[in-house]
């Protein structure tokens, strides 16, 4: 008896119409960007929850992701791109900007969208694989005799985690002549094969290394993307205090270039009296010519930053920016924000938490995985093949079947290792690549290592040059103030006051100047040991952003995060205020 009824052969052809109907109809290109996104974003939600215990519900959608390309204008982009208002930002506002519109961050986030994609490929090798096929022709003979025909194959394949593949295939050949003897041909086939490896290329441990190696990377990939989320705010935070350290070195130049302005109209007056010399005066123009210039320079300087630090961002360059100054006043006014840690110490929490150390240590353990793979494509190839087939009555009913017709068979073939050149020479590759692996390890160990000893370094040199140039602050201001009494007194040149007022807005400029050093070295150096999450609000300040407590070792808790987290010539020049739009 036949699988299917002899009387009912248009069931065939209604559901092969049924499919086809469907999949023209509904596999619309939005379609399949839908489901490579809910299987890419499955991918990343998974491997990030078992790395971290949490999703962080990735995206690289952004604001043109929903409209078709044809839609979107290269004037759209101009428009865009002149966009102009003003806007005030405070540091957080820039951060959250600059995750919004960076170029950079959104090319990370593809990066790490793409790493996934090629693991999607990868898994759909070991699911089911289905094909379905049909091809349509018409012939002329060169006797005049015409015929058509179709063929059409539906099958289904899978790879095996064993090393083998399992397949399986339904054929339909229809034929018909229309010219001379018409006739026409039927016929249908099942068929179904097994092919398993039982040394060579045999076992999960090899038929899965590809898969294997491909998850991996996606974890490598996502500690990555998770490491550059923290440096890129720490980067956003220190282009935003540089920012605000030019803004602070262009009031001392405006002080500086008033005060030498003030001291050439006394000096005239003096002059008029009698009291002072033409050299005097001379020198007095050009101390005011040359702060002059300078108070230029450090604006022009200030713009080009302004500008760069915008481009950071992915701002237009015609949003003029109005920064919050309270940020770096609030820093100053606290001081340092000490780090009291032992070098050895920080090493040991690098190794707990600095992911890209991680990823060093996790491609080391993937190299010597590489050595077993190699060293197996030497053995002797046994492999054991089995298929079976069934097709129907001949010569024209398809859906018949005889299951006494089955035709099956079985083997083993074997490769003896008698030319494994290419195969000898790739395993010695292997070897030469883990040695290599070895090497680069020990380097990634020993340069971690010296970036915390450096960065320790660097933090106590800080610390003892802020309380020098404290120090020399005051010293400067008091020398300031000496030499105008002195000069008064005439006991002094007004080439004293100059060197002191020189000396002032130096001392002035290299104390801002150490602060934000300093900040940028202690953020550093938590990034390179790993304990540092910039998702805290004040995180380059406040304690509580760094996720370790550092006298006892242990991981702070989420409660602890959530506690702890709460006119003439002058008219020419702009002052200060005026730039900054206050």
Same mark, same amino acid.
């Given at each position: 008896?036949?699988?299917?009824?002899?009387?009912?052969?248009?069931?065939?052809?209604?559901?092969? #119409?049924?499919?086809?109907?469907?999949?023209?109809?509904?596999?619309?290109? /939005?379609?399949?960007?839908?489901?490579?996104?809910?299987?890419?974003?499955?991918?990343?939600?998974?491997?990030?929850?078992?790395?971290?215990?949490?999703? /962080?519900?990735? /995206?690289?959608?952004?604001?043109?992701?929903?409209?078709?390309?044809?839609?979107?204008?290269?004037?759209?982009? +101009?428009?865009?791109? @002149?966009?102009?208002?003003?806007?005030?930002?405070?540091?957080?506002?820039?951060?959250?900007?600059?995750?919004?519109?960076?170029?950079?961050?959104?090319?990370?986030?593809?990066? %790490?969208? %793409?790493?996934?994609?090629?693991? /999607?490929?990868?898994?759909?090798?070991? $699911?089911?694989?289905?094909?379905?096929?049909?091809?349509?022709?018409?012939?002329?003979?060169? @006797?005049?005799?015409?015929?058509?025909?179709?063929?059409?194959?539906?099958?289904?394949?899978?790879?095996?985690?064993?090393?083998?593949?399992?397949?399986? $295939?339904?054929?339909?050949?229809?034929?018909?002549?229309?010219?001379?003897?018409?006739?026409?041909?039927?016929?249908?086939?099942?068929?179904?094969?097994?092919?398993?490896?039982?040394?060579?290329?045999?076992?999960?441990?090899?038929?899965?290394?590809?898969?294997?190696?491909?998850?991996?990377?996606?974890?490598?990939? +996502?500690?990555?993307?998770?490491?550059? *989320?923290?440096?890129? $705010?720490?980067?956003?935070?220190?282009?935003?205090?540089?920012?605000?350290?030019?803004?602070?070195? +262009?009031?001392?130049?405006?002080?500086?270039?008033?005060?030498?302005?003030?001291?050439?109209?006394?000096?005239?007056?003096?002059?008029?009296?009698?009291?002072?010399?033409?050299?005097?005066?001379?020198?007095? =123009?050009?101390?005011?010519?040359?702060?002059?210039?300078?108070?230029?320079?450090?604006?022009?300087?200030?713009?080009?930053?302004?500008?760069?630090?915008?481009?950071?961002?992915?701002?237009?360059?015609?949003?003029?920016?109005?920064?919050?100054?309270?940020?770096?006043?609030?820093?100053?006014?606290?001081?340092?924000?000490?780090?009291?840690?032992?070098? &050895?110490?920080?090493?040991?929490?690098?190794?707990?938490?600095?992911?890209?150390?991680?990823?060093?240590?996790?491609?080391?353990?993937?190299?010597?995985?590489?050595?077993?793979?190699?060293?197996?494509?030497?053995?002797?190839?046994?492999?054991?093949?089995?298929?079976?087939?069934?097709?129907?009555?001949?010569?024209?009913?398809?859906?018949?079947?005889?299951?006494?017709?089955?035709?099956?068979?079985?083997?083993?073939?074997?490769?003896?290792?008698?030319?494994?050149?290419?195969?000898?020479?790739?395993?010695?590759?292997?070897?030469?690549?883990?040695?290599?692996?070895?090497?680069?390890?020990?380097?990634?160990?020993?340069?971690?290592?010296? =970036?915390?000893?450096?960065? %320790?370094?660097?933090?106590?040199?800080?610390?003892?040059?802020?309380?020098?140039?404290?120090?020399?602050? =005051?010293?400067?201001?008091?020398?300031?103030?000496? #030499?105008?009494?002195?000069?008064?007194?005439?006991?002094?040149?007004?080439?004293?006051? *100059?060197?002191?007022?020189?000396?002032?807005?130096?001392?002035?400029?290299?104390?801002?100047?150490?602060?934000?050093?300093?900040? &940028?070295?202690?953020?550093?150096?938590?990034?390179?040991?790993?304990?540092?999450?910039?998702?805290?609000? #004040?995180?380059?300040?406040?304690?509580?952003?760094?996720?370790?407590?550092?006298?006892?070792?242990?991981?702070?808790?989420?409660?602890?995060?959530?506690?702890? #987290?709460?006119?003439?010539?002058?008219?020419?020049?702009?002052?200060?205020? &005026?730039?900054?739009?206050?």
């Amino acid at each position: 008896m036949g699988l299917l009824s002899r009387n009912k052969p248009n069931r065939w052809i209604f559901l092969a #119409a049924t499919v086809c109907c469907s999949v023209l109809v509904a596999c619309k290109s /939005s379609y399949y960007k839908k489901k490579t996104d809910k299987d890419v974003y499955s991918i990343i939600e998974q491997i990030e929850t078992d790395l971290f215990g949490e999703s /962080s519900e990735f /995206s690289v959608d952004t604001r043109y992701s929903e409209r078709l390309p044809e839609d979107i204008s290269s004037q759209e982009i +101009i428009d865009d791109r @002149n966009f102009k208002e003003e806007k005030y930002i405070d540091i957080n506002t820039s951060i959250d900007l600059a995750i919004q519109s960076s170029r950079e961050y959104q090319n990370q986030k593809e990066s %790490l969208y %793409l790493t996934a994609l090629s693991l /999607s490929e990868t898994e759909f090798v070991f $699911s089911p694989n289905f094909l379905a096929r049909s091809t349509a022709s018409g012939d002329r003979g060169s @006797n005049g005799e015409r015929s058509g025909g179709v063929n059409s194959r539906l099958s289904v394949n899978q790879a095996l985690r064993t090393g083998g593949n399992i397949g399986a $295939s339904f054929a339909n050949d229809l034929l018909k002549f229309y010219t001379g003897n018409p006739r026409r041909s039927a016929v249908s086939t099942i068929s179904v094969n097994l092919f398993q490896p039982l040394l060579r290329d045999a076992g999960s441990r090899v038929a899965t290394e590809n898969l294997k190696q491909a998850e991996r990377n996606v974890a490598y990939a +996502i500690r990555d993307f998770s490491h550059f *989320q923290n440096e890129f $705010s720490v980067n956003t935070v220190l282009d935003y205090f540089r920012l605000l350290q030019n803004k602070d070195i +262009i009031r001392n130049r405006y002080l500086d270039y008033q005060s030498r302005t003030n001291q050439t109209v006394r000096l005239n007056r003096r002059l008029d009296a009698g009291l002072e010399t033409s050299v005097g005066i001379g020198q007095a =123009q050009q101390a005011e010519l040359s702060t002059r210039n300078s108070y230029i320079n450090v604006i022009a300087n200030y713009q080009t930053t302004l500008d760069r630090f915008k481009i950071n961002l992915g701002l237009p360059l015609g949003i003029d920016l109005d920064l919050d100054d309270s940020a770096l006043e609030s820093l100053s006014q606290e001081g340092l924000p000490l780090l009291d840690i032992d070098a &050895e110490y920080a090493f040991e929490l690098a190794l707990e938490y600095s992911w890209p150390l991680m990823n060093d240590i996790d491609r080391f353990e993937d190299s010597k995985r590489k050595v077993y793979v190699a060293a197996n494509r030497l053995k002797t190839g046994i492999d054991f093949f089995a298929d079976a087939s069934l097709s129907s009555d001949r010569p024209t009913d398809y859906t018949s079947f005889d299951p006494d017709d089955i035709r099956a068979g079985m083997g083993v073939e074997f490769d003896l290792p008698i030319n494994r050149f290419r195969e000898r020479n790739q395993y010695r590759s292997t070897i030469i690549s883990f040695e290599a692996a070895l090497r680069r390890l020990s380097l990634a160990l020993d340069n971690k290592r010296n =970036q915390i000893r450096l960065g %320790l370094r660097n933090l106590k040199q800080f610390e003892q040059n802020y309380q020098i140039q404290k120090l020399a602050v =005051q010293l400067a201001d008091e020398r300031v103030k000496g #030499a105008d009494l002195n000069y008064q007194a005439g006991r002094a040149t007004i080439r004293d006051i *100059q060197d002191a007022q020189d000396d002032l807005v130096a001392a002035r400029n290299s104390l801002i100047t150490l602060v934000v050093d300093y900040l &940028e070295s202690r953020m550093s150096l938590l990034l390179d040991i790993g304990i540092l999450r910039t998702n805290r609000n #004040a995180f380059w300040i406040d304690e509580s952003a760094v996720i370790v407590d550092l006298k006892t070792g242990q991981r702070k808790s989420e409660e602890s995060f959530n506690e702890a #987290a709460e006119e003439g010539d002058d008219l020419a020049l702009p002052t200060p205020e &005026e730039l900054f739009n206050k």
